[in-house]
């Protein structure tokens, strides 16, 4: 049978390049009473820290125009529950795993990235310096190219696994934190994780969340996604692989990321409402490099820059 997506990355073998997003699908085990696992790319678990965290207080959660609006605050078990609860059953699947990793400080980021690193079980990690709904950590850390650069740095030091770095979108200009991290040797760049942004209930006359701004997500971003891995991509070529993440819900969506230079990409908001969108996606995918003649989706990654500047 030919195999149009099977392809490796970070010297780890992958059956397809569709990912599921990290908190939109939760440690997965849900979702395998819907299909098997094993059809995945990869799954990426939600945002791990050192000790539980219940999150932020409700109103966490408001769809809005082609998008949803999320300020969850990094609600999960903790990083040791993960491994010896829920890492287990993960495993019984064939797909890759890779833990989202969170701190408060460069403290905590280290220590989950060490305990995850010993996890057997657990490919890679993706570090999560882009959560724009907690007090401490996340974009805090992701904003400033040179914090960024400290902590990517020392992250490699305490893990032998890939270690991809999710950026922010609330930057002016990417390219300042893709080069921190390509300088402090990340494997890989996770683009985007939500935009900030404000729903106000008009009865009340208030804010709906209760932190008052949360991350955009959703068919909404998927531009300004494409345009991020556009530039990184521009920058960087193949030298950096970039996983894309922002708007996907179908496979022309899933295309244009990879058109724009992305070598895998993440589902998010989608699973919500549709959670076999990860699969449609991998058909789809299939069925669209048959009909163009293409011998594998590697052909297609980064191809839209072959354009020149006329046909723009
Ligand atoms: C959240 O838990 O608030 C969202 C996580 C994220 O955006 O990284």
């Known amino acids: 049978m030919e195999d149009l997506l099977s392809h490796e990355l970070f010297g780890i073998k992958f059956k397809n390049p569709v990912w599921t997003a990290s908190g939109t699908f939760s440690y997965g085990l849900e979702v395998a009473k819907l299909y098997d696992l094993s059809l995945l790319g990869a799954i990426v678990v939600k945002g791990l820290s050192l000790k539980p965290r219940k999150g932020n207080m409700p109103e966490r959660i408001v769809e809005t125009p082609a998008g949803m609006l ?3 605050g990094l609600q999960n078990p903790g990083v040791e529950y993960f491994i010896n609860e829920t890492l287990p059953q993960l495993r019984q699947y064939d797909t ?3 833990a989202n990793v969170f701190g408060e400080d460069e403290e905590e980021y280290l220590a989950v990235a060490e305990k995850l690193d010993k996890a057997d079980g657990v ?3 993706e570090l ?7 007090k401490k950590g996340g974009i805090a850390f992701g904003n400033d190219p040179q914090v960024l650069y ?3 740095y020392k992250i490699k030091k305490v893990t032998k696994k890939p270690l991809l770095v999710k950026l922010s979108p609330n930057v002016t200009n990417i390219l300042d934190t ?3 991290c390509v ?4 494997d890989g760049l996770v683009l985007i994780n939500t935009l900030l942004g404000v729903a106000i209930d008009v009865e009340k006359e208030k804010p709906i969340l209760s932190t008052i701004t949360g991350g955009l997500s959703g ?3 998927l531009p300004i996604a494409v345009r991020m891995i556009w530039q990184v991509y521009a920058k960087y070529g193949k030298k950096v692989p970039i996983i894309g993440v922002g708007g996907i819900s179908n496979v022309q969506d899933a295309l244009q990321h990879i058109l724009a230079g992305a070598c895998a990409i993440q589902v998010g908001t989608a699973n919500f409402y549709d959670p076999y969108s990860p699969i449609k996606i991998i058909e789809g995918l299939k069925e669209h490099l048959k009909k163009k003649g293409y011998k594998h989706y590697s052909q297609l990654i980064g191809k839209a820059h072959q354009m020149t500047i006329k046909e723009v």
């Open 70 to 72: 999320n300020s969850i």
């Open 96 to 98: 890759r795993i890779f």
């Open 123 to 125: 490919d890679g990690l």
């Open 128 to 134: 999560n310096v882009s959560c724009p709904n907690v």
């Open 150 to 152: 400290d902590l990517v």
């Open 178 to 180: 893709a080069d921190a």
């Open 183 to 186: 300088n402090a040797k990340a």
């Open 219 to 221: 068919p909404a971003i």
